[in-house]
């Protein structure tokens, strides 16, 4: 005899793999090495230009833009910029290879060695990609009598790029000779899904360093939040439905136009949001836990799959105060503000209800001697907090971290200065369970050819253990004993009719 079982099938993520590798980016500047006194900053602006899968590769083309801020030969702090583009690939064999990719910057050089300012950048590409598996589950067929559960799987239904520009003007009462700095960050605070489409909630934070007009040439340190909401096309979207998202850069420009005459100036902030979404919807996989067949003994294959499935995204705040101990004597010098911050997460992990986190700042401090000459320093310290965030249980998370400096005071001891930190919380649950994929025919079953058969209950059974101990369907059992009682007591007299 052939058993033809009957399967369930539903394709889920199992794990996500994290493929990294490193290019390194550089560009010549049209400005002549003899002509710098000192680089004051180097800031850096990776972004994705295209991306293709193909073969178990990851082709991709990024875009490395430079803003170079320094002094001149006669103390005057000039600008320039320049860019350049790399090209890589990824191999993530074994994988679907249909990931997110993700830029940053771990670390800058200016070259003055040759006749024109160089800079390069360490440029860190990683992707994640998603692990899915199709599970195929026995949850009936002919011959077989089966015991059923129900598990509800989170159905990913892929992931959608989509663009949102950004456009924002404010005026401050000041008149700006030049940006020495900026950095927009983008933060998401709220993802649901509606009816075609994802609706993301957040804002771009934009931090800027401007070198005031006048003699003094004060530097004055702007920061400005901007709310979005943005709705990316996702035709499979509906709004019982959950997703996620993230945000990076496309591009971002800041434009200051000065007026003169009332002593400020308007500064525009353009930027391209690009978002990476996902809807998800719950489908209830029904297999079997259990089976024996009337005619046949049957041989069962099990399979035991660990899934993960992603929670809503969460977004928690914490603000503490920093020291950045220095050996050099500042007792000579002003600090005016700390820009270019860059929050590195190294470990979240969920701990009593609380999130803990572990990473570094990464930063600039800018300066001003008694000589009213301008100049920066590198500040790097490790972090360590808890924040308030609630997670289900049994979660891992992934974490990206936005900073901003502030209050900056130069101490005995150092610096100090207040950080605010948002994190937005990207948790992972595993869930585990076992199913059935096969079930093979091994010998045929000896009938029983009585018409009625009577049997002495076990202490305990129930009514699935007692009707694949006695090879007879349970609604039969039910049926011809209506007076039991599950779990049995062992004190029942069980009654079986047979058709002869």
Request: proline share 3%; aromatic share 6%.
């Amino acid at each position: 005899m052939q058993l033809q079982p009957v399967y369930e099938t539903v394709t889920a993520t199992l794990s996500k793999t994290q493929i990294t590798e490193h290019v390194k980016s550089e560009c010549k500047t049209d400005v002549l090495s003899e002509t710098v006194k000192k680089i004051l900053n180097v800031g850096v602006f990776p972004t994705i230009i295209n991306s293709t899968t193909e073969d178990g590769k990851i082709k991709y083309t990024a875009k490395t833009v430079f803003y170079i801020c320094y002094v001149d030969n006669e103390d005057q702090i000039k600008k320039c910029e320049c860019s350049n583009e790399v090209q890589g690939v990824m191999a993530c064999e074994g994988a679907n290879c249909r990931g997110v990719l993700h830029l940053g910057v771990e670390k800058t050089e200016a070259d003055l060695s040759g006749i024109n300012l160089k800079v390069s950048a360490l440029v860190s590409v990683k992707a994640v990609v998603p692990n899915q598996t199709e599970i195929k589950a026995v949850c009936g067929g002919d011959e077989l009598i089966c015991k059923t559960a129900e598990a509800p799987i989170k159905k990913g239904y892929g992931i959608k790029e989509g663009l949102y520009p950004l456009e924002e003007q404010f005026t401050i009462p000041h008149q700006i000779e030049e940006v020495l700095y900026h950095r927009a960050e983008p933060v998401i605070t709220s993802v649901q899904c509606g009816v075609g489409c994802i609706i993301i909630d957040g804002e771009v934070r934009l931090s800027a360093i401007l070198l005031q007009k006048g003699e003094k040439k004060d530097i004055i340190k702007m920061t400005k939040n901007f709310p979005f909401r943005a709705e990316m096309e996702y035709e499979d979207s509906m709004p019982s439905f959950t997703a996620i998202a993230k945000v990076s850069l496309k591009s971002f420009k800041t434009d200051v136009e000065v007026d003169l005459d009332g002593g400020k100036s308007q500064i525009t902030l353009s930027a391209m949001l690009v978002f990476n979404s996902e809807a998800f919807s719950f489908e209830n996989l029904t297999f079997a836990t259990d089976l024996f067949s009337l005619s046949h003994d049957v041989q069962t294959e099990k399979q035991e799959t660990l899934l993960c499935e992603v929670e809503d995204v969460r977004t928690c705040n914490h603000k503490t105060s920093c020291l950045f101990p220095s050996e050099e004597n500042l007792s000579e010098t002003n600090i005016r503000a700390i820009a270019g911050e860059k929050i590195e997460i190294l470990s979240a992990c969920v701990n009593n209800g609380e999130l803990e986190f572990t990473g570094t700042l990464n930063a600039v401090g800018y300066f001003v001697n008694l000589d009213q000459k301008i100049y920066t320093k590198k500040i790097e310290i490790p972090l360590e907090f808890k924040c308030d965030c609630v997670v289900p249980n049994g979660c891992y998370v992934d974490a990206i971290a936005v900073g901003d400096c502030s209050n900056t005071m130069l101490t005995n001891n150092g610096i100090e200065f207040d950080l605010d930190v948002t994190i937005t919380v990207y948790p992972t649950k595993q869930k585990r369970f076992e199913t059935i994929n096969d079930v093979k025919c091994i010998l045929p079953k000896v009938q029983n050819n009585c018409a009625i058969s009577v049997y002495i209950a076990q202490e305990g059974e129930e009514l699935w253990s007692l009707a694949k101990r006695l090879n007879v369907r349970p609604e039969l059992l039910i049926e011809t004993n209506p007076d039991l009682n599950f779990p049995l007591d062992g004190s029942e007299r069980i009654v079986i009719y047979r058709q002869i």
